[in-house]
């Protein structure tokens, strides 16, 4: 046990200095105790431990630790509450589940994890001043941009936005997606299950441009609409357009009845100065 019932101790000027050496004269521990019990330890190997009389490393607390102030390994004047100098860090757990957690007093508060370079701020996963979650970046370390937004009410995505009214919300000035593909799979499959749109696009405000602009960058590939298996339009790499065929040899080749409305009023005469054209 760790009752205190026999020991040697001496005192004496070690080296003629004014050095005070206190601990065992043969090969035994030496132990400092309160009401009989042994509290601390310093093992023959120099190991000390407090509340454990078998240390394993040079300092070895059983049970908690407090530190009032600023705790540094592997640095000697720490200069923040908690400063690790190394190049691993390991945390784990004996019951297999471990949290990790970083906690904010309020809403309007900042709880980041921030990535650094020669301690210049380059990103930061954060929530901050807000609870959404915050995936930002820096170009100088001082002004952090957001890159992605996750809204925490509902998991809707913001990416070079705040906004999170959809799923997805993405506002760019460049092309906001790029998908590709080096597969005979799609590079994108939209699908819808519900009643509403399968898909739809809408342009925005801007007045020069396309307005939209559907092709393809390769030189032989046509672009197709299906509907299902059928495909209800072509329009061939030679610009040749198929309404009802796959294979269009005119300029437009509809495979059915083609149905045109009428105007009210007679047509401008532009429009009817060749015999050719009909009315």
Do not use: W
Request: aromatic letters at 6%; one cysteine or more; charged letters at 10%.
């Amino acid at each position: 046990n760790n009752n205190i019932d026999a020991g040697i101790m001496s005192s004496y000027r070690a080296g003629g200095d004014s050095a005070l050496f206190v601990g065992t004269l043969n090969n035994y521990r030496m132990g400092l105790g309160t009401n009989s019990i042994e509290q601390v330890t310093i093992a023959t190997n120099g190991n000390v431990g407090i509340s454990t009389p078998t240390p394993l490393q040079p300092l070895h607390v059983q049970g908690n630790a407090y530190v009032s102030n600023k705790l540094g390994i592997g640095v000697d004047t720490p200069s923040h509450d908690l400063q690790v100098s190394g190049s691993n860090a390991l945390f784990s757990s004996d019951t297999g589940n471990f949290k990790f957690a970083i906690s904010k007093k309020s809403d309007t508060d900042t709880a980041s994890l921030l990535f650094q370079q020669n301690f210049i701020g380059r990103a930061e996963i954060a929530l901050a001043n807000d609870n959404l979650l915050h995936f930002k970046f820096s170009t100088d370390g001082a002004t952090f941009s957001d890159a992605i937004v996750i809204d925490n009410n509902n998991g809707n995505l913001g990416i070079g936005t705040m906004n999170t009214e959809n799923k997805i919300n993405i506002i760019s000035d460049i092309s906001a997606i790029l998908a590709e593909t080096t597969s005979v799979m799609p590079a994108i499959d939209l699908k819808q299950y519900g009643t509403g749109h399968g898909m739809r696009i809408l342009t925005g405000t801007g007045t020069t441009g396309n307005g939209l602009l559907i092709g393809h960058s390769g030189s032989a590939a046509a672009l197709v609409v299906r509907n299902g298996a059928v495909i209800s339009m072509i329009v061939e790499s030679s610009g040749n357009v198929g309404v009802g065929t796959s294979t269009p040899q005119s300029t437009l080749q509809v495979n059915g009845y083609a149905q045109l409305a009428l105007t009210s009023g007679a047509p401008p005469s532009a429009d009817c100065d060749n015999i050719q054209e009909r009315g």
